[in-house]
Every structure is written in C-alpha cells, then in structure tokens.
C-alpha cells in the first residue's frame, strides 16, 4: 500500500472511529444548553472526516460525501440505542460540515493550481 494511502486510509479511519465513540458514548458530563455549540461540533467533526483525502486525493471525494452523509445519518440513527437522543438537526450540520469541507477544499486547491500556472513552473 502507497504511503499516501495509507495515511488517508488510517486518518479517515480513526476519524470515523473517534466520531463513533464520542457520538454513541453514553454522555454523563454536563449538557449543554447552546444548541449552536452541538451544531458546530458536528460541523467540526464531519468536516475533520473529510480533511485526509481532500487534501491528499481531492478526486477521492465525489465517492467519499456520499458515504460521509450516510455515516453521519448512521449514527444519527444508532444513538437512541445508547441512550442518546437521535436529532435530524445534527444530521443536517453533519452534513453541511462535509460539504463545506469539500467544496472549500476544491476551491483552495483549484487558487494553488491558479497561482502555480500563473507564476510558471
């Protein structure tokens, strides 16, 4: 296996196994009370997801959103089994995360791949 790879593979691995455990965990710390703060927690996390292969395989991406998006429903859906309450809204940021992630990541990649041809090689 390429390092390359590798490195996307196990970032983006132990992203989604760090998501799972913090999003299923029984949660006996205090709640918040910023509904804003979860929102932005989850636009954090997703958008982490996709951190690796956007910057190291950006072509990687037109397959990856989608399984993110799933995953984040996924684990919406699996939290009412763990004693957490399942939320459309975390979903919805999730996503939102993963998507601005992307197409922020495309847009810096595309200004890089502008400036390197307009200075010349």
């Known amino acids: ?8 593979v196990l ?5 989604a196994a ?10 006996h710390g205090i709640q918040s009370s910023y509904r804003m703060l979860a929102h932005l ?3 954090l996390a997703f958008g982490l997801l996709m951190v690796p ?7 990687w991406l037109h397959w990856l959103w989608p399984m993110g998006i ?10 009412p089994q763990f004693g957490r309450r399942a939320d459309l809204m975390h979903w919805v940021s999730s996503s939102f995360g993963i998507v601005l992630i992307t197409f922020g990541t495309w ?5 890089v791949d502008l400036i390197r041809h307009r200075d010349g090689p």
């Not at 760090?18 to 949660?27: C, G, N, Q, V, W």
């Not at 847009?107 to 200004?111: G, K, M, N, V």
């Open 1 to 8: 296996m390429h390092r390359r790879l590798f490195t996307i």
């Open 11 to 15: 970032l983006t691995s132990l992203t």
């Open 18 to 27: 760090a998501i799972s455990f913090l999003a299923l965990a029984p949660h």
């Open 41 to 43: 927690e989850h636009v």
């Open 53 to 59: 292969a956007a910057l190291l395989r950006p072509h």
């Open 70 to 79: 799933a995953f984040a429903g996924v684990i919406e859906l699996l939290q």
């Open 107 to 111: 847009l810096a990649l595309s200004i």
